[in-house]
Nanobody, 114 residues
Framework: VQLQASGGGLVQAGGSLRLSCAVS????????MGWYRQAPGKQRELVAT???????NYADSVKGRFTISRDNVKNTVYLQMNSLKPEDTAVYYC?????????WGQGTQVTVSS
């Protein structure tokens, strides 16, 4: 299984970006798909998750601004990020959980300028 993240970039505060994570093989097999981020000098943290049953979970810092969605036909998970803040600047990683195995994408840089 391979995960390929894309969609990062440089955006001004208040702007929007949509990240995509393409999953090789069937995304349906994944129990949970999620996005994590890691800012310089900080630990990787959970941003949002989406279960195969449709439940979503968000970090408090992004609730109301970010939306995770999953397209089982396109084998892709998305993270729509609105009202971006400079503190959202980080490398964003796509994650897929299949039973006890974690799969990670390569990361995509998101930079929000003030």
């Amino acid at each position: 299984v391979q995960l390929q993240a894309s969609g990062g970039g440089l955006v001004q505060a208040g702007g929007s970006l949509r990240l995509s994570c393409a999953v090789s093989g069937s995304i349906i097999r994944m129990n949970v798909m999620g996005w994590y981020r890691q800012a310089p000098g900080k630990q990787r943290e959970l941003v949002a998750t989406h279960t195969s049953g449709g439940r979503t979970n968000y970090a408090d810092s992004v609730k109301g601004r970010f939306t995770i969605s999953r397209d089982n036909v396109k084998n892709t998970v998305y993270l729509q990020m609105n009202s971006l803040k400079p503190e959202d600047t980080a490398v964003y990683y796509c994650n897929g959980k299949l039973s006890t195995i974690d799969y990670w994408g390569q990361g995509t840089q998101v930079t929000v300028s003030s």
